[in-house]
């Protein structure tokens, strides 16, 4: 029976306004309300690292910390899989391509409207890489140096060997950084052949390695290598001199150190001095002394002083070995 034909039954109309009245305060009161959910809250958080295992996010007063496996890269955007509150919605999704980096931020909706934002911290877990020794350094006169060309090496352990993870700075008195290029890089070992950078006087040597920094504190000056550089192209080929003739070494550096030149005998090793008659840094020239002795000559030895960065020295030239012996004549 309908609840309509029910109230037909009744007679008269009082009595049926009356049971309408009842019928709409009990169907009223079977209506069940449902509230919406207040909850904005992600419940986890998990990426994959580099080599495929599964990375759980640490949720603490909104934030998402996330530690990164040490001596894995880093990458720059993950796809993290999220889990939210019941009823609740994120922007961005799960699953969602984002930037790897402190300040990412999600936002957490509720069903009720209530939002709450949600922000990455990545936590790189590096090891500490140390120094142990740096060598290329030359003391002199109490004086310490590099030379621009020489070689330096930093031995120690934990280098990061990432493309261009690792640098290495040279650090002025008055704290400007100067790079030092053309690194080769090992765990183990940070080397530089051939230093090629800004002459001055320094104070440190910095090591960056990923994200960590070593310093090492030492006073020293970085200088061109004073020592001269002695072409020896002229003295490849056999020559045949007359006394008071002339040998012209060009394309050198520093020549203006070298303070004496002499030949040696291709037999009895009988040595006798040619005389300097122009020096500039870049050529020298030589003459044949009109009582310079005849004969076959085997060896040019070029010979220069000590001074404030380079020991004395001597430059040895065996002509024998390009079979370009020196024949000096008498006219």
């Given at each position: ?162 493309k ?23 765990p ?28 090492s ?45 002499e ?60 079979d ?5 004549t008498?006219?």
């Amino acid at each position: 029976m309908t609840v309509l034909s029910l109230i037909n039954r009744f007679k008269t109309g009082f009595a049926k306004f009356t049971l309408l009245i009842l019928t709409v305060i009990v169907l009223g009161g079977c209506k069940k309300e449902y509230q919406q959910l207040p909850y904005a809250d992600i419940v986890s958080f998990s990426i994959t690292d580099a080599q495929g295992g599964t990375l759980k996010g640490a949720l603490e007063n909104n934030e998402i910390i996330v530690y990164w496996p040490p001596e894995q890269a880093v990458p720059e955007y993950i796809s993290p899989q999220i889990k939210i509150a019941e009823g609740a919605s994120i922007s961005p999704a799960s699953g969602s391509k984002v930037a790897f980096k402190a300040g990412t931020s999600y936002t957490v909706t509720a069903q009720n409207g209530k939002t709450s934002l949600y922000k990455i911290r990545p936590v790189i877990n590096s090891i500490i890489p140390y120094i142990k020794s740096i060598d290329g350094f030359q003391t002199l006169n109490q004086k310490t140096f590099l030379l621009n060309g020489g070689n330096l090496i930093v031995t120690g352990d934990y280098f990061n060997t990432e493309k261009d993870k690792t640098k290495l700075f040279l650090v002025s008195k008055d704290d400007k950084e100067v790079e030092v290029k053309g690194l080769s890089v090992t765990p183990l070992e940070v080397r530089v052949l051939g230093i090629v950078t800004s002459t001055g006087t320094y104070k440190a040597i910095k090591l960056q390695s990923g994200d960590r920094t070593l310093l090492s504190n030492k006073d020293f000056v970085l200088i061109d290598d004073p020592k001269p550089f002695i072409p020896i192209d002229v003295f490849k080929v056999p020559q045949t001199l007359k006394r008071g003739d002339r040998i012209t070494i060009s394309g050198g550096k520093n020549l203006t150190a070298v303070n004496n030149v002499e030949l040696v005998t291709a037999t009895g090793n009988k040595v006798y001095a040619l005389k300097i008659v122009q020096s500039t840094a870049d050529r020298l020239v030589l003459e044949i002394p009109a009582d310079f002795p005849t004969g076959q000559y085997g060896e040019v030895r070029c010979s220069f002083p000590a001074g404030e960065y380079m020991e004395a020295g001597r430059r040895r030239i065996y002509l024998e070995d390009y079979d370009a012996y020196i024949t000096v004549t008498a006219n």
